[in-house]
């Protein structure tokens, strides 16, 4: 038996492979088996022997339900996950209760989504923490996007940095409603000082998907900007995610 892959050692396109049951002689007859069964023996080589990227969004999200739901065609299900959330990210970032309004995909489902939701965002984070984050600053983008642009609320992070500006936490701080999201200053100060970072990025989305900073943004970033320099912390920046742009306060010239 070969050594054990850790998802941040893979790909992105191996995410689905680690997922994948090893083929057992039951699993190797069902490519001559009928319906749904032969089905998923012939998208399991296509996936091995392609690639993920030869798969449709429909198709994957097929290969990810068949783990959860053994005895089910999955093709109604992932075709009515398309039309409901309108794309594979979309679907496994779908709120739970929205999952669980889709007919046949069960908690089961619900969970199999969940967790290549999180094997996601695992691996685009790995790319990000310990490392220097202002020298990265495309994959933490990346990360952020995935982690942030498709929340239904705000949700305020804040990353912590170290004296080499590596990434040494990356913690929610509040979730709020879908425009208003409350931030104390001095949580963040003393949180910072708790980790003994000397430097901060703040990070919330707009569930809108429009970037543009409210007055109360800006005001709460001049706020926590003066918090932390009175105890030496530099505010690098303030970045609002939206659904495939985002604003930087300190390239706006807002900092």
């Known amino acids: 038996m070969g050594k054990p892959r850790h998802l941040a050692e893979a790909g992105p396109g191996a995410v689905f492979e680690l997922l994948l049951p090893a083929a057992t002689p039951a699993t190797e007859a069902a490519e001559a ?3 749904h069964l032969g089905h998923r023996a012939r ?20 290969m990810v339900l068949f ?17 409901r959330f309108g794309s594979f990210a979309n679907a496994i970032a779908a709120p739970l209760q929205d999952l669980r309004a889709v ?19 695992r691996l685009v ?7 220097p984050v202002l020298n990265n600053w495309d994959r933490l983008l990346a990360y952020l996007s995935a982690a942030m642009a498709r929340e239904k609320v705000e949700q ?32 963040v100060v003393r949180r910072a000082l708790e980790l003994q970072a000397t430097a901060l990025i703040l990070v919330h989305n707009h569930p809108s998907g429009d970037p543009t900073p409210s007055r109360a943004d800006l005001e709460m970033t ?3 900007k003066g918090a932390a320099g009175m105890l030496g912390i530099v505010l690098h920046d303030h970045l609002i995610i939206g659904n495939g742009r985002h604003l930087s306060f300190r390239r706006e010239g807002l900092l």
């Open 33 to 35: 088996a009928p319906g």
């Open 222 to 224: 001049q706020e926590v």
């Open 67 to 83: 783990l959860a739901l053994p005895r089910r065609d999955t093709k109604p299900i992932a075709r009515a996950l398309l039309t």
């Open 156 to 187: 305020f992070r804040v990353l912590f940095l170290d004296t080499k500006n590596r990434l040494i936490a990356d913690e929610a701080q509040a979730r709020g409603t879908v425009n208003h999201t409350p931030v104390y200053p001095r949580e």
């Open 43 to 62: 998208m399991r080589e296509k996936l091995l022997g392609a690639g993920p990227d030869a798969l449709l969004d429909h198709e994957l999200l097929e």
């Open 125 to 131: 984070r790995a790319e990000v923490i310990d490392r």
């Open 103 to 121: 007919e046949g995909l069960g908690e089961a489902g619900a969970a199999a989504l969940r967790t290549v939701q999180a094997a996601a965002l």
